[in-house]
């Protein structure tokens, strides 16, 4: 009598760890799968055509919390670059930008720069989710606006 409750004890062990075995592969494969994360790492260059084919805006949100925010117009085969620079924090999904400088270029060659107190995106909010970056603010007369910049990889907008 003994050994059938062994069969049974061992057979009952041998079901139990394939059970959790399964159980195990398919958490992982929960864990493998694809999410878009959202208010992730700000990190990175960001783009977006404000008149596709004439001005587009590029903002970079470097890990030493600088920041820096270019608008580009072309026109007749050459560009004009308004450039502002300064630092910028988050705090959960809230962005707050600090502008200290602004400089501006004509294909390539400085001709100005000045200190900036410009403001832009103050007091927004923030989500990175699948390359695109949505900023949600207020304008001057406190109505909501977003805009929605998309990553550039290798020197391409995506």
Not at 38 to 59: A, D
Not at 79 to 103: E, M, P, R, W
Request: glycine content about 6%.
């Amino acid at each position: 009598m003994i050994k059938p409750v062994l069969k049974i004890r061992k057979l009952a062990t041998v079901l139990l760890v394939v059970a959790l075995f399964f159980l195990a592969a398919c958490k992982k494969d929960k864990a493998q799968q694809h999410v878009a994360s959202k208010n992730t790492s700000l990190f990175g260059q960001w783009y977006i055509p404000i008149k596709e084919g004439e001005q587009g805006r590029y903002l970079i949100f470097a890990s030493d919390s600088t920041f820096l925010l270019a608008d580009v117009t072309y026109k007749n085969g050459n560009s004009t670059t308004v450039q502002y620079t300064g630092k910028f924090h988050t705090k959960g999904d809230g962005l707050n930008i600090v502008i200290a400088k602004k400089t501006v270029s004509e294909s390539g060659n400085v001709i100005s720069t000045e200190s900036s107190d410009a403001q832009f995106y103050v007091n927004s909010a923030f989500v990175v989710d699948d390359r695109k970056l949505t900023l949600n603010y207020a304008d001057t007369n406190g109505a909501p606006l977003k805009s929605v910049f998309s990553m550039v990889l290798q020197d391409k907008v995506i």
